[in-house]
């Protein structure tokens, strides 16, 4: 069976990854990645075997700089059967237009809104809502964080009321641009944030309010989550459910922080020392009146490149089991 052919829209902290993740996957290649300049991320492109796209207008540029441009976006969409679009949030949807006029499959991520795809995707929540569909969105790395823990609480213990309060990093390790380098920042303001409606969009019956600062670091998203439910459960009982799933990983082991999370990821190997999965403190789970408390970690520059996997498998239907491509994928990464 000839492979699902992929081109990634934007090779930024997302992009890249997604391109290697798309890679190592034995039933989808890259056709092409494009690049807006010829800075290192292209060059690194361009030595990995990828085929460097650009602007229209900048394809001599970049060949002047010494990559040889396969050629313009529109060329690379006219090869994709999916483009994964992971342009800063706000462009992609400008890029609607380009999609639909190529007849090609398009996924945004989470700095766009529902609207513009009209499927908000979690592969374990919601992966039959895209199952042949056109467009996508895969909910922002927070969110992605979010539905994989309520999703299966609701699914056991039925979710009667969630409160969370998140903790953002405020830029990622190589955003020169962006702070705060030295203050909490209220944001948004005006509440709630966009993740609890984000929830929504993914799973509509939840009843979710969210809060979120911004925090100097870079490292990761840190949430505090208070849980009601329908059904009596126990602290173990949460625990278990936590350990069986896939993109779950339970912390200890003298893990007390974000930065030891991120060393461990170095430590076993992972490609740019990545942690896919949600990090939940396994002794801050606990039952206090009836209500769950606990805290997770959320590393916001790779929780949802397994995620982009499974919706472009979904969308063209090269698998119909959520399950099974959430297993495939997995394995492929060595998650
Ligand atoms: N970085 C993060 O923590 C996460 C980001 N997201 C979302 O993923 C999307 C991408 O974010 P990042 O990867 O962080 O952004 P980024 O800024 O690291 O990368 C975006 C890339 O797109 C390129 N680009 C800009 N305009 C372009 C255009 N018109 N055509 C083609 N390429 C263009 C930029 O040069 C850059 O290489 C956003 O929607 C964001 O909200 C989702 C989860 C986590
Ligand atoms: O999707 C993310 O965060 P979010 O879930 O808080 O919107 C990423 O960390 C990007 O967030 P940014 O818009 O603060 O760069």
Redesign the pocket.
């Given at each position: 069976m000839s492979k699902v052919k992929v081109a990634i829209?934007?090779?930024?902290?997302?992009?890249k990854r997604v391109a290697d993740a798309v890679t190592m996957q034995d039933d989808m290649e890259i056709i092409g990645i494009?690049?807006?300049?010829p800075n290192y991320?292209a060059f690194v492109a361009h030595d990995k075997g990828y085929n460097v796209y650009t602007?229209a207008d900048r394809v001599d540029d970049m060949k002047s700089a010494g990559i040889p441009a396969a050629g313009s976006?529109d060329d690379m969409i006219a090869e994709a059967d999916v483009v994964v679009d992971?342009?800063?949030?706000g462009?992609?949807e400008k890029n609607k237009a380009l999609y639909e006029k190529a007849g090609v499959k398009a996924i945004w991520?989470?700095?766009?809104k529902h609207e513009l795809a009209g499927c908000s995707f979690n592969a374990e929540a919601n992966y039959e809502e895209a199952l042949g569909r056109d467009f996508v969105r895969v909910v922002?790395?927070n969110t992605t964080g979010l539905c994989r823990v309520i999703y299966p609480l609701d699914q056991e213990y039925g979710v009667k009321k969630v409160r969370v309060t998140l903790m953002r990093r405020s830029a990622?390790p190589n955003d020169v641009k962006n702070g705060p380098i030295n203050a909490i920042v209220p944001n948004p303001i005006k509440l709630p944030s966009h993740h609890g409606p984000d929830v929504k969009s993914v799973i509509p019956h939840i009843n979710i309010a969210s809060t979120a600062v911004k925090l100097p670091t870079t490292l990761m998203h840190l949430h505090t989550l208070n849980i009601e439910m329908e059904k009596d459960c126990s602290t173990e009982d949460v625990k278990a459910l936590f350990a069986k799933q896939p993109r779950i990983r339970m912390i200890g082991q003298g893990i007390g922080s974000t930065a030891e999370i991120m060393e461990l990821g170095k430590d076993m190997g992972r490609p740019r020392g990545d942690m896919w999965e949600n990090c939940v403190w396994e002794d801050s789970v606990t039952m206090y009146e009836g209500e769950l408390y606990f805290f997770q970690a959320i590393h916001?520059?790779s929780d949802?490149i397994p995620e982009n996997v499974d919706a472009i498998r979904a969308m063209t239907e090269l698998e119909k089991d959520g399950a099974k491509s959430i297993a495939k994928t997995n394995k492929a990464m060595g998650l």
């Open positions: 829209n934007g090779y930024g902290t997302i992009g494009a690049k807006t300049r991320e602007l976006i992971c342009t800063p949030g462009i992609g991520q989470g700095g766009e922002s790395c990622d916001q520059e949802v």
